[in-house]
């Protein structure tokens, strides 16, 4: 549903372009993980999905990108965010309004809908969330937390078919970032596609059925996080395996190959019996 | 030396106190981690050492912060800046040269650096983040990761005695993070007080800071050396955090 067809982009005023020859399909209901070193063009990659390139950002592209078959630029990137939801990596960039419940409302009052049910959908973002108590707070004086949370609350009341989202637990802490990934992975199994570009790789390589690993705007490394990651070549490209994978090297339950903590505790326990036996 | 004797501080408009009688020392020499949930007043008690509050953040205030002896309600914020180095948490609203470059001269100069050394200066602080190269290349320009760090080296060049770093590890990848690890145990290394404020207890436990302090709803819950912090598995996560991974592993082994 989602196909990036050979795109090269080159911003205008650099010299290098910060993709090559990208070509990447994803299909409806894929849960896509991106990782690469900064400045590698993860976020470039992202800005394809919703039509911000070539739209907003200025520059040279070739290929094309197809969103339910419509070249992204034969769309309005208004159109196009009814698809593809996109939180940007800075929540500051993202917020417009001066209220928390105002902010989510924005999107929904766009997409026209009515009243009662964009009060609908704020309680339940809200509460999804746990962030209840921010409902009535001004956007100006969060934490940074706070509004990255809120930024992510906004898109997710959209209720888009695929939810971009760009270093989205950048700012949060443990359990709102446990929290963010549980809610991705329950949309993910109710049909939502999600994409999601992280330095953080434990949280949602677990979560993953593909990931895709960026270098010098190329897509270097593709397969199932389980696969990339127990792999040793990973780090060539500068990306780390999670603690998981150190610690199941370590202790020597890498054929388990474990990805969430659960699973290395698992590991782990059955591991020592077994040394102990 | 900064000292904060007594912190309570409530922002505008605001029904709860960000922070609750807080009082810590911060010495020249070491590297402090401060860690919490979101909205614990992390990023308020780093708006205190430089004096942005009380001076820029209105609110009231009870308590006081001493930097070098001098109360930071007496000083200026521009005073206080020669001294206390104070990286943003979402630094991007802030830039506002052509160039990285100039961005980074901008702080030596508005302290009265002279201009050799401003050159000197802002070239080692954009080669210690790695960004020496984009020097030419407007702020706006850059992917997340390098703005975060442009910000740090805008604050690097004006070469402060107390860097206070509010999640210096934002957007940064595996080999920048370590790079940052370098740059701040360097810097203790001189004598410079680097107070860090982050989330990524991984990283943090990696750059091995000298004391951590644990905050929540405001209050310091406990402070000690990371291990002593670290391995207190129950207090981090009934205070809503989860200790490196490492130490979760230990203590499952130890159980066994
Ligand atoms: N608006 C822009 N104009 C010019 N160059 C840009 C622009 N945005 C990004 N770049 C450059 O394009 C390259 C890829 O940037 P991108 O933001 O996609 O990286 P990223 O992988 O998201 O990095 P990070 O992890 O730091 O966010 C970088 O070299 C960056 O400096
Ligand atoms: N300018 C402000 N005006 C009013 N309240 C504020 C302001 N800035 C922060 N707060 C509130 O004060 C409390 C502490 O905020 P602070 O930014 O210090 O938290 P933090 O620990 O840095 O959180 P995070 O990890 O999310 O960055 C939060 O409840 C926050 O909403
Ligand atoms: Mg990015
Ligand atoms: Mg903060």
Same mark, same amino acid.
């Given at each position: ?107 929904? @009052? ?10 609908? %959908? $704020?309680?339940? !973002? +809200?509460?999804? /969330?746990?962030? #209840? ?33 760009? @270093? ?10 446990? %929290? $963010?990934?549980? !809610? +991705?992975?329950? /949309?993910?199994? #109710? ?87 | ?256």
């Amino acid at each position: 549903m989602l196909k990036i067809e050979d795109v090269t982009f080159r911003y205008e005023g650099s010299k290098r372009p910060a993709l090559s020859e990208v070509s990447l399909e994803i299909n409806r209901g894929e849960f896509l993980l991106i990782a690469g070193l900064s400045g590698s063009g993860k976020s470039t990659l992202l800005r394809l999905l919703n039509g911000l390139i070539p739209h907003f950002y200025r520059g040279e592209m070739k290929g094309r990108v197809l969103v339910d078959g419509v070249d992204t630029r034969e769309a309005s990137v208004a159109q196009l965010s009814r698809k593809v939801g996109l939180v940007f990596q800075n929540p500051d960039n993202q917020i417009v309004t001066l209220r928390v419940d105002r902010e989510i409302a924005f999107g929904l @009052e766009n997409l026209g809908l009515p009243r009662e049910e964009i009060i609908e %959908r $704020i309680d339940e !973002v +809200l509460k999804k /969330l746990g962030i #209840e108590h921010l409902r009535k707070r001004s956007t100006a004086e969060l934490s940074g937390g706070e509004k990255q949370l809120v930024a992510i609350a906004s898109v997710l009341a959209m209720r888009p078919d695929v939810i971009v989202l760009d @270093e989205p637990t950048s700012e949060l802490d443990p359990f709102s970032s446990a %929290r $963010i990934a549980k !809610v +991705l992975g329950n /949309l993910n199994r #109710e049909g939502v596609t999600v994409i999601v570009a992280e330095h953080r790789l434990d949280l949602f390589a677990p979560k993953a059925s593909r990931m895709i690993v960026i270098s010098n705007g190329r897509i270097v490394r593709e397969g199932h996080p389980r696969e990339l990651l127990y792999r040793g070549d990973i780090s060539l490209h500068g990306v780390r395996p999670p603690s998981v994978v150190k610690l199941a090297r370590k202790y020597g339950v890498v054929e388990a190959r474990p990805l969430a903590v659960g699973e290395l505790i698992v590991a782990l326990r059955r591991g020592v019996r077994i040394d102990r036996s | 030396m900064i000292e904060v004797d007594g912190v309570t501080f409530r922002y505008e408009g605001s029904g709860v106190n960000a922070l609750r009688d807080v009082s810590l020392e911060l010495e020249r020499g070491k590297i402090y981690g401060i860690v919490g949930p979101n909205g614990s007043g992390k990023s308020t008690l780093l708006r205190l050492l430089n004096g942005l509050i009380p001076h820029f953040y209105r609110g009231e205030m009870k308590g006081r912060v001493l930097v070098d002896g001098v109360d930071t309600r007496e000083a200026s914020v521009a005073q206080l800046s020669r001294k206390v180095g104070l990286v943003f948490q979402n630094p991007e609203h802030m830039f506002f040269s052509e160039t990285v470059y100039e961005e980074v001269s901008f702080g030596p100069k508005s302290i009265g650096m002279d201009p050799e050394e401003i050159r000197e200066s802002v070239k080692w602080a954009l080669e210690e983040v790695g960004l020496w190269e984009l020097r030419e290349r407007s702020p706006w320009s850059l992917s997340g990761g390098e703005m975060k760090r442009l910000s740090i080296a805008c604050i690097l060049s004006m070469k402060p005695e107390f860097l206070a770093v509010d999640e210096p590890t934002i957007g940064q990848d595996s080999l920048s993070k370590e790079s940052l690890s370098q740059i701040f145990k360097r810097m203790r290394g001189e004598g410079k007080g680097v107070v860090i404020v982050t989330h990524d207890l991984e990283w943090l436990d990696e750059l091995g800071p000298d004391v951590v302090f644990v905050l929540r709803y405001g209050v310091v819950i406990s402070r000690g050396g990371p291990r002593e912090i670290f391995s207190d598995i129950r207090n981090l996560a009934t205070n809503g955090l989860i200790p490196p991974y490492r130490y979760i592993v230990d203590s499952l082994l130890e159980v066994g």
